[in-house]
């Protein structure tokens, strides 16, 4: 039997009962359209992701107190405990070449009142490097001042949302508002940047590391934000931050460096697994679009007993009739796979056109792992129902009308 | 040209055995005009069944036209019913999506040959047949009779040797049915054997030959020379 009359054949017979093709089609559509669409969605997520680690500059190091990697050697006799992360620790950390920028953070959160109003917010007592090293932007007034790390003041920055549920529309600049039981004057508002690495800086409130630590009476940093004056001398300064520190803290190697690149690798994995895993999700309902091809597929066969005895008669051999029943379930998945794309195709565009920052698209591959996954559902699926069609005994099915 | 020996045909009916040919032995030459007949259950649709290789024996040899068919696997046996064996079945057995013109098609395509060689035949068989009219009608758009000229149509469309015919007028009218059956016969004076399967007795007494089976044996084998 040649390949086009095959093909003929199937489609013909497909279309002759255009009910179940429909359906099997829609069902199909929806599976494969889900897998694209969720996928697409992750990567885009991803992508998102990354764009926003990268617009903060590659060239950052995050300094945290204790150690998450071990060096070998014995266990200390004695417990030991990582040593707090201090003030003039960030201070020392100037010294290196390799560092443009230190940005000490300490972080807690409190009550902040202004007149009756009074919201929990995020405290960050931080200094000016901050604003160049997280690539800040102000929407009113100024950031901290530069000056002497340890010399605090009463005066504050705070979130646009903040701002918002504090003041309303009203000027807050020059405003005295009070964080637990001290008052602060509002020197600038920070611009509405939304959500940026998972922190929304929308709700916060920066003031002089100094000041936080008394008003958190705590000595210890949070963490420290390190600038290196450009992405080569990343290395470099990673160095230069351990052996600074270890020399102030006894030759102990007690702080963690995380470098971009390292953040941008684990959010990249994270993202990768996720969506593999929505996309595993999804793939579920192909599979009970695969069931369905295979539910109808029978029924088809049932009522075409006749048919396929027929088509013995005149001459099929078994490997025949599988091969058409085969065709047939692999036509309506492909069929429905190219549906589920341009399904799948326009809904990401209408979501791009409602969420043009995300940056949303199909991903690349997409067209791929729809027609590899609709055949592979079709043959999958198609081969018990194309098996029992090409067993059937002749005599048997042609002695029924 | 067709030689049976001891064919057995064992069909499990629930616990019990139902035995539908027993050890018959049976042979037809090139060009004959055979009729069938016998009782419900007689066994003769089992016996036309293995004759069209439809049916595998249990036991028992079958020769047609010095092929040992009961040798061959499925493929090899469809390959014979392809070139061989022509069939005409009581309800026509012609599938309803295609027109008349493809149902004739239907044992070219499944033989594999060209576009243009099919379009030639099956045109040429049509015509032939007197359904030239009415090639693109679809069969629900046919009298029975003409059905069933379709359906014979396809069944000498491969030249066969033999034709095998199931109750083909069982579901015809007097008139149509006479057709038909006087089509069968100019076949069968081309050098065609004939083999049918009927319960009709005016049927019976045209063909050359009438068997008569009863109990899964044949009991009378009877030439008939004034038809």
């Known amino acids: ?401 | 040209m067709i030689r049976l020996q001891q064919i057995q045909r064992v069909f499990q009916v629930g616990e019990e055995e139902v035995h539908a040919l027993r050890d018959v032995d049976f042979g037809a030459d090139k060009g004959e005009y055979i009729a069938i007949m016998g009782p419900s259950g007689s066994g003769k649709s089992t016996l036309l069944n293995i004759l069209g290789l439809l049916d595998r024996p249990d036991d028992g040899t079958y020769e047609l036209d010095g092929i040992m068919t009961t040798d061959l696997n499925d493929k090899e046996q469809a390959n014979v019913r392809r070139h061989k064996i022509g069939f005409v079945f009581q309800f026509f057995h012609l599938v309803p999506r295609l027109t008349a013109e493809q149902n004739v098609e239907l044992p070219l395509v499944l033989a594999g040959v060209d576009r243009a060689e099919r379009k030639k035949r099956v045109v040429e068989t049509l015509e032939a047949f007197g359904i030239g009219d009415r090639v693109k009608h679809r069969p629900d758009q046919l009298s029975g009779g003409q059905r069933q000229r379709v359906a014979i149509a396809r069944a000498t469309i491969m030249k066969p040797t033999v034709i095998l015919a199931d109750e083909h007028t069982g579901n015809l009218d007097r008139s149509s049915g006479n057709d038909v059956v006087e089509i069968l016969e100019g076949l069968n004076n081309q050098g065609i054997t004939l083999i049918m399967v009927t319960h009709d007795p005016e049927l019976g007494k045209r063909a050359r030959r009438r068997i008569k089976m009863v109990d899964g044996r044949i009991e009378e084998d009877k030439k008939n020379n004034q038809a």
């Open chain 1, 1 to 401: 039997m040649q390949t086009s009359d095959i093909a003929a054949f199937s489609i013909q017979a497909a279309t002759a009962s255009r009910g179940r093709t429909i359906l099997t089609l829609l069902a199909m559509a929806i599976g494969v359209s889900s897998v694209i669409l969720l996928i697409s969605l992750g990567d885009s997520g991803r992508r998102y992701v990354m764009d926003q680690f990268a617009s903060l500059g590659t060239n950052l190091l995050i300094v945290i107190p204790g150690r998450s990697e071990t060096t070998g050697g014995p266990p200390p006799l004695l417990g030991e405990t990582p040593r707090d992360l201090t003030l003039d620790d960030a201070i020392a950390l100037k010294q290196s070449t390799a560092i443009r920028r230190v940005a000490p953070i300490i972080a807690g959160s409190a009550p902040i009142s202004f007149k009756q109003l009074e919201r929990e917010m995020i405290v960050l007592g931080s200094s000016a490097d901050l604003f160049e090293a997280r690539r800040l932007t102000m929407g009113q007034g100024s950031f901290l001042p530069p000056g002497d790390l340890d010399r605090g003041g009463n005066f504050c920055v705070i979130g646009s949302k903040g701002k918002t549920e504090l003041f309303g529309n009203n000027q807050a600049l020059g405003k005295w508002l009070r964080i637990g039981d001290r008052r602060f004057r509002v020197i600038g508002v920070l611009a509405d940047t939304g959500v940026s690495l998972g922190e929304d800086l929308g709700e916060v409130v920066i003031i002089p590391v100094a000041t936080a630590q008394s008003l958190f009476n705590r000595v210890s940093l949070f963490r420290i934000v390190v600038e290196a004056v450009n992405e080569d001398a990343v290395g470099r300064a990673k160095k230069a931050i351990l052996s600074i520190i270890k020399a102030r803290h006894e030759g102990e190697d007690d702080i963690t460096v995380i470098t971009q690149d390292a953040v941008l690798a684990t959010f990249d994995k994270i993202f990768r697994t996720l969506t593999l895993t929505v996309g595993g999700i999804a793939a579920i309902s192909l599979v009970v679009a695969g069931i369905m091809i295979m539910n109808i597929m029978l029924v088809a066969i049932s009522n075409r007993r006749s048919e396929i005895g027929l088509l013995k008669a005149l001459g099929a051999a078994r490997s025949q009739i599988m091969g058409l029943f085969l065709t047939e379930s692999a036509l309506l998945s492909t069929a429905g796979a190219f549906f589920g794309f341009i399904l799948a195709f326009s809904a990401m565009k209408l979501l791009a056109g409602f969420f043009p920052e995300y940056n949303l698209a199909l991903v690349p591959w997409s067209p791929f792992i729809a027609s590899g996954l609709a055949l592979g559902t079709g043959i999958i699926f198609g081969v018990f129902p194309a098996r029992r069609a090409a067993m059937l005994e002749p005599a048997l099915s042609l002695s029924r009308r």
